[in-house]
């Protein structure tokens, strides 16, 4: 059976890890089985293009996590903004109401406010930043370990396949 997959067809973009682990999967699956084993017998060339297909698509998996990290960045950068724009807009203020002992305490209280009020709303903002990004990153460590171990566990059926040849000329079973 015939279980090569290609790119025909697809952007880089299209094709996940995931998907890729899961025809590799397949692949393992669906091998003819050796009669009285637990082993099967895989296509070398649709392992060997998955696994080529597997080392073109991980790259595309880090430059998702780039971009996710330069949009945090962007999210961080763009709260700054924001609070120093709050904050200038609160020293104004202050400034407009120092004309009175009794305004500047006031101004004061109020400027504190609007200042703690900009840091929170910073604070809140790179804390869902820094949380979205690690969430993604945790995910795309996962799918790489997953690959890997996938990778791996093709590796080992490939080396046992070689090695049933030199078994069967030296007569060891």
């Known amino acids: 059976m015939s279980a090569a997959?290609?790119?025909?067809?697809?952007?880089?973009?299209?094709?996940?890890?995931?998907?890729?682990?899961?025809?590799?999967?397949?692949l393992v699956v669906n091998g003819r089985k050796v009669p009285m084993t637990s082993q099967v017998i895989l296509e070398q060339a649709a392992v060997l293009d998955l696994i080529d297909q597997l080392r073109v698509a991980i790259p595309e998996e880090v430059k998702q996590a780039?971009?996710?990290?330069?949009?945090?960045?962007?999210?961080?950068?763009?709260?700054?903004?924001?609070?120093?724009?709050?904050?200038?807009?609160a020293q104004e203020q202050a400034a407009l109401l120092l004309q009175d002992q009794s305004i500047?305490?006031?101004?004061?209280?109020?400027?504190?406010?609007?200042?703690?009020?900009?840091?929170?709303?910073?604070?809140e903002t790179m804390h869902g930043a820094d949380q979205y990004a690690a969430d993604v990153l945790v995910r795309l460590e996962?799918?790489?370990?997953?690959?890997?171990?996938?990778i791996k566990k093709s590796l080992e059926v490939l080396e046992e396949?070689?090695?049933?040849?030199?078994?069967?000329?030296?007569g060891v079973r």
Not at 20 to 25: A, Q, T, Y
């Open 5 to 26: 997959i290609t790119l025909t067809g697809l952007r880089e973009g299209d094709v996940d890890i995931q998907f890729l682990v899961e025809r590799l999967e397949a």
């Open 66 to 89: 780039r971009r996710i990290n330069q949009e945090s960045d962007r999210v961080l950068s763009k709260a700054r903004e924001e609070a120093e724009q709050i904050i200038g807009a």
């Open 104 to 123: 500047l305490r006031e101004a004061e209280t109020r400027s504190q406010d609007v200042l703690d009020k900009a840091q929170a709303k910073a604070e």
């Open 142 to 150: 996962s799918d790489l370990v997953k690959t890997l171990s996938v």
């Open 161 to 170: 396949r070689r090695a049933q040849p030199k078994e069967q000329e030296t």
